[in-house]
């Protein structure tokens, strides 16, 4: 069984910075890719930062130059966050599209770490 374990948020001031970590804990064959999503209240969740196996990144417009995904490791995914601003206030979702041992290739998700920025 596969799941993301997820860790690093908190409260930070505007301005400051957080590094969120999602691991994907279990018999991973292959990461199609893996991304940060987050939904601020009464928001649809978005789409923040994709990576992919191939080294792709891929950002949203509104964090563009401040956040930057990466991998640790073979099953670890990091999103750092650099210059947070109020807007950023969400709760953050990693998610993972891989292959398993037994074969199936499905979209994991972890369970959410809020972040607040605020002064």
């Known amino acids: 069984q596969v799941q993301l374990v997820e860790s690093g948020g908190g409260l930070v001031q505007p301005g400051g910075s957080l590094r969120l970590s999602c691991a994907a804990a279990?018999?991973?064959?292959?990461?199609?890719?893996m991304a940060w999503y987050r939904q601020a209240p009464a928001q649809q969740r978005e789409l923040v930062a994709l990576?992919?196996?191939?080294?792709?990144t891929n950002y949203a417009d509104s964090v563009k130059d401040r956040f930057t995904i990466s991998r640790a490791n073979a099953t670890t995914i990091d999103l750092q966050m650099n210059n947070l601003k109020p807007e950023d206030t969400a709760v953050y979702y990693c998610?993972?599209?891989?292959?398993?041992?037994?074969?199936?290739?499905?979209?994991?998700w972890g369970q959410g770490t809020q972040v607040t920025v605020s002064s």
């Open positions: 998610n993972a599209d891989l292959v398993t041992q037994s074969g199936r290739r499905n979209m994991y």
């Open positions: 279990g018999s991973v064959l292959r990461i199609a890719s």
């Open positions: 990576a992919t196996s191939f080294g792709t």
